[in-house]
């Protein structure tokens, strides 16, 4: 049972351009969101993250954007960097236990030169 | 700026041997949490420590075990090893183990079950 799902394994974009990265989930208890990047040979590493109470959260380059009502959250990064070209887990937490982390499946960027 | 250290990063273990997975918080971390990937899969949550006690327990076999120690370090005891238990290993730390505490993870351990 996927809780959590992004349902693109993959994207390829120019540098330069826009990356869109989606995730899906299906647990209303759900809360608290995080999207992470992660290297080959490196563990995951926080990016970015959205509370329930807001719909969109900010930062440099990165935004996230969460549609309770769809149980939708994305990604934008913009500009895309050559150097963003990482796996991508998008996880989400239910404030009643804890904070264990439950993760998508990932979708690996590639940004193009 | 010191990281999440798990030792050893590479494991290699026969069926039904037993394996020790440490993993060392970042200091002033009172949480640690493990988390098995599979190949090709995300991350699952198998347990976690707050101050030295379980404060969460998520998909863990029955073979495995885990403890948090006095100084904060954690241990993730597996026995009766199956090859279906090659993956990758990933231990987190925090500061406090509410939801919005950032979790840190270290570059995890590989373990290969022949």
């Known amino acids: 049972d996927q809780q959590v799902k992004q349902n693109s394994p993959s994207l390829s974009v120019q540098e330069g351009r826009i990356s869109i990265l989606n995730c899906d989930y299906t647990n209303s208890m759900f809360d608290y969101f995080l999207w992470y990047k992660k290297y080959p040979a490196e563990g995951p590493t926080f990016l970015i993250s959205i509370s329930s109470i807001k719909d969109k959260n900010e930062d440099g380059r990165f935004t996230v954007f969460l549609n309770k009502s769809a149980k939708h959250l994305s990604l934008h990064i913009v500009p895309s960097q050559p150097g963003d070209s990482a796996v991508y887990f998008c996880a989400a937490s239910p404030e009643t236990s804890g904070s264990r982390l439950t993760f998508g499946e990932g979708t690996q960027l590639t940004v193009n030169p | 700026a010191a990281g999440v250290i798990q030792s050893p990063r590479h494991l290699i273990k026969e069926k039904r041997e037993t394996a020790t997975l440490k993993c060392y918080p970042i200091p002033r971390h009172d949480t640690v949490y493990w988390y098995q990937q599979g190949p090709g899969q995300d991350p699952q949550f198998l347990i976690s420590f707050y101050e030295k006690m379980q404060s969460d327990k998520g998909s863990i076999p029955d073979r495995f075990s885990a403890q948090q120690f006095s100084d904060y370090h954690s241990e993730l005891n597996m026995s009766s090893l199956e090859l279906g238990d090659s993956a990758l290993y990933f231990c987190?730390?925090?500061w406090g183990s509410g939801t919005y505490n950032e979790q840190f993870f270290g570059p995890g351990t590989r373990l290969t079950v022949l």
């Open positions: 987190a730390s925090s």
